[in-house]
């Protein structure tokens, strides 16, 4: 089965006008393009019910550009999401080896580092993911809590009022900024 989409302009509402016709419009085959498939996984893949279609997108966009680190990392998030950290870590690894200069699969890797407790080896990849884009905001924030959790507070605090720099608004933001104030508290208490 071949995906396709293909745009129609609305039906007229009024009578008594001529029959609607369906235009001579181009068809866009999604098996063609692999661009055109990670955008409508990139639309997919964070939903449990949508990600196996996501999945099927994203491994169709690999089989026509097999070395697209982007759409690699994309595949292990979704194993990410869906539990297999095992997986989720291969396929980080393979974008890596395609490109290494990938900050997101560097991150992804640090979150995985850190959620197995291994805070040294995240502090890295968030550190490499950093220097390879330093507008990852999310990577400052897990920095930020990777070195709290290693006891550097001088890191830390470093790492969270970037992060409070690049997402000024949000949950995170907020943990940013109270983490910051506790850390004044601390200070300032003899």
Known sequence: MVARVIAFPPRPKRRGRRPWKRPDCPIVHLHSDSDALYRRALRLDECKSTRTLALKLYHEALRICPADAKTMTNVGNCHHWAGDSRAAREWYE????VDPGQPEAHYNL???ESEAGF???AVQRYRTSIALDSALSDAYYNLGLSLDSLGDRVGAEQAFRQYVKL????????????WLGMVKLALVRP
Request: proline share 5%; net charge neutral.
């Open 167 to 178: 997402e000024s608004d949000g949950p995170w933001a907020d943990h940013a900024r109270r």
């Open 119 to 121: 805070h040294a080896a």
């Open 110 to 112: 640090g979150y995985l």
């Open 94 to 97: 393979k974008a890596l080896a």
